[in-house]
């Protein structure tokens, strides 16, 4: 038995990151060892939670992922509480509750407790919760949080509601403008991580004064379904570099220990002035590097090494980011050109660009298949100077347009590739 917590929502924007940041933070203060997960396939939020709990947050994802069960058991059993992020509102998912936290949360029998933004509401709100808890059967809703509670008779009425809607208030969140949450850039720029810390030690002061916390994880004690054992690994003899900064940190926690499984990595930083380690596998995740273009135009001779290892027929995989970082050229949303490394012919532009979202099936010519995300604002103006190798599909089987890209052993695209249950050296076969 211990407890474990699923932080859902009615909605996106009713304040769930900032108590899930709060609630880590406040158990770890308490000395307790609290893993963090992630419903879907958010690269960002799981910054926000590492960072409050001080372990990686691992993303729960029904698309992406394989085995939750065993996922969640084998990153869940050393802590002492587990607590879980939602994605959107608890019943939305790519096709109606497919993929929602509610079907994870029935899934691995997490309870739930709803945090309820009560900016513009009151009792109305207990048909709402009562039709939360009921809706889908088998899921453990346990009780609400009500966010953004603008007094004492406000909170009375929220009360109210909560006790004829059957499901006990563990507390009311006041309205507190300084716990916006942070800039979404905010999470990957190391250089602003006191502006992140002070913003999650207020989150966790807040949650202490008005959540009972006792009765929060006493409401949520449950039996923890230990993984399956699994036999240990050799490990492979490869060396893998793999970028990590500012620019570049999109990634997902069993992708890094799948790399890791193939051998030695080397961490480097482009900003930072780093060179090329000396690598069988180069990776590049996705981030932001658009907004770090001048740093990482400096550093010109980390970008003649990794064309000089491209020409050489190095395996390289860039992502989103790191694929943009491979190209020609980037032309920022003004209009400024800035040159990349050049092992693609491709020129990225951030001009007029829209977002680009959803899952993909990933189906390569060699006949390997991957599943990823594809999450971006950038557009390519030649998308046709490097040959896809790949065909891309929606969770529907529709086609998307999206590239693949393969020069000699270069695999870049857009789509950001999930491998935990797959063979990465699959994408060079």
């Not at 240990?232 to 890094?256: K, P, S, V």
């Not at 695209?413 to 699959?426: C, E, F, P, Q, R």
């Amino acid at each position: 038995m211990k407890p474990q917590v699923l932080i859902a929502a009615p909605a996106s924007g009713s304040g769930k990151t900032t108590f899930t940041a709060g609630l880590l933070r406040s158990l770890r203060r308490r000395g307790l060892g609290v893993q963090p997960f992630k419903c879907g396939p958010d690269y960002i939020d799981p910054i926000f939670h590492s960072r409050a709990a001080g372990r990686r947050s691992v993303n729960l994802d029904s698309w992406l992922c394989g085995d939750l069960a065993h996922l969640y058991g084998r990153y869940g059993s050393g802590a002492d509480v587990c607590v879980t992020e939602g994605v959107m509102g608890l019943f939305d998912g790519y096709d109606r509750m497919a993929g929602s936290s509610a079907e994870i949360g029935r899934l691995l029998g997490i309870p739930v407790v709803l945090v309820a933004g009560a900016k513009s509401t009151a009792y109305t709100v207990a048909a709402q919760l009562h039709g939360m808890k009921i809706f889908m059967p088998g899921l453990n809703v346990v009780g609400v949080v009500f966010n953004q509670v603008a007094s004492g008779r406000h909170s009375r009425l929220l009360l109210q509601a909560a006790e004829d809607a059957g499901l006990p208030c563990f507390g009311c969140l006041p309205r507190a403008g300084n716990l916006e949450v942070p800039s979404r850039h905010l999470g990957l720029t190391i250089s602003a991580q006191s502006e992140m810390e002070e913003w999650i030690s207020c989150a966790a002061d807040m949650v202490e004064a008005n959540i009972d916390i006792d009765a929060l994880l006493a409401s949520c004690e449950t039996t923890f379904v230990e993984p399956r054992t699994e036999p240990a690994f050799a490990r492979g003899g490869m060396r893998i570099a793999i970028a990590r900064d500012e620019a570049f940190n999109f990634t997902y926690i069993e992708n890094l220990e799948c790399l890791e499984r193939l051998g030695e990595v080397s961490w480097f930083s482009p900003l930072a002035g780093d060179g090329l380690p000396e690598t069988d596998l180069l990776y590049l995740p996705g981030g932001y590097p658009e907004l770090f273009v001048e740093q990482l135009a400096a550093n010109r001779q980390l970008m003649s090494s990794i064309r000089d290892f491209a020409l050489a027929g190095g395996r390289i995989l860039a992502e989103c980011g790191g694929m943009i970082y491979l190209s020609k050229a980037l032309t920022s949303a003004g209009g400024a050109r800035t040159e990349m490394c050049g092992v693609l012919p491709i020129e990225p532009t951030m001009e007029g660009a829209k977002l680009h979202l959803g899952y993909r099936s990933v189906k390569l010519s060699s006949g390997a298949e991957f599943r990823g995300h594809e999450f971006h604002y950038s557009d390519v103006t030649n998308p046709g100077a490097v040959e896809s190798v790949a065909e891309q599909f929606d969770v529907r089987g529709c086609r998307v347009a999206t590239p693949l890209y393969r020069y000699k052993n270069v695999i870049a695209g857009y789509t950001h590739l999930y491998w935990g249950d797959n063979d990465i050296m699959k994408l060079w076969d």
